[in-house]
């Protein structure tokens, strides 16, 4: 649940927002009637993602806090004032509570995919067995083998560029060497799903061919298959 703090001095005009942010949206609002008030709080919310503020004549205040202490927070300031963080945003004072709780809930969601995006690994297993079933296809991505330098160590080797097919006997080698999975890199895996979504889509799976069949049913369960999480796959249909 996403957590803000919004330091305003108009409850007329804000309540309905922040009931819809709270109903709706699933956040969780504190009110404050000024920056002092929140400032010792802080510290104290470590899942703090979001101040807003209407009450421009604090925010000299509550950025040199932010400053002082190298905080990233992202603040919302509803009107014009001079402002000193890439992380301060400035709105009209004038924007309707619709457009407001627009801005916030994509301000949010982008937060959170980019979150989840540094949180990934840097490479993602790819079912070797789709591959070869798609041979004649040329995926636009790099794919990798992961090598085992040490008992402890991998390294990731490119072996075939974007938009390159795999030669018959490359095949055979990963086939005779009992390869499992390829691996794509985090950067290409949003492009990966795309391509693989798309084959779904536009496969012709005929009853009377077992191969054919085999590698629809393959596609169909590769994003569980590969281990991705409900979060990691909702973060890869917003880039998609």
Partial sequence: MSQIFFIHKNSARFSELMQ???????????????VDKIIP???????????????????????????RNQSKLIVMVLGKIQIKRSETIQLSSSISN????????????????QTMLANLPDFFPIDFSFV??????????????????TATEFQFVKKLHAND?????????????????LYVSKKQ???????????IENKNVSPSNEEQKKSFYLT??????VGIDKEVVEFVKTNI
């Fill in 98 to 113: 619709d457009d407001l709780q627009n801005k916030i809930q994509e301000l949010l969601s982008n937060k959170l995919h």
């Fill in 165 to 181: 097919l795999f030669s018959p006997e490359d095949l055979k080698r990963f086939t005779d060497h009992h390869i499992k999975n």
């Fill in 220 to 225: 169909q369960e590769l994003l569980s298959f």
């Fill in 20 to 34: 819809n942010l709270t109903q709706d949206a699933g956040m969780e609002i504190s009110e404050f009637s000024s």
């Fill in 132 to 149: 070869k079933a798609h041979a004649s296809t040329a995926f636009p991505v790099d794919f990798y083998l992961k090598i085992k330098k």
């Fill in 189 to 199: 895996y949003p492009t990966w799903l795309k391509t693989i979504i798309k084959i």
């Fill in 41 to 67: 709080l802080i510290p104290l919310f470590p899942a703090l993602e979001l101040i807003v503020i209407s009450a421009i004549e604090d925010i000299a205040l509550l950025e040199d806090f932010l400053i």
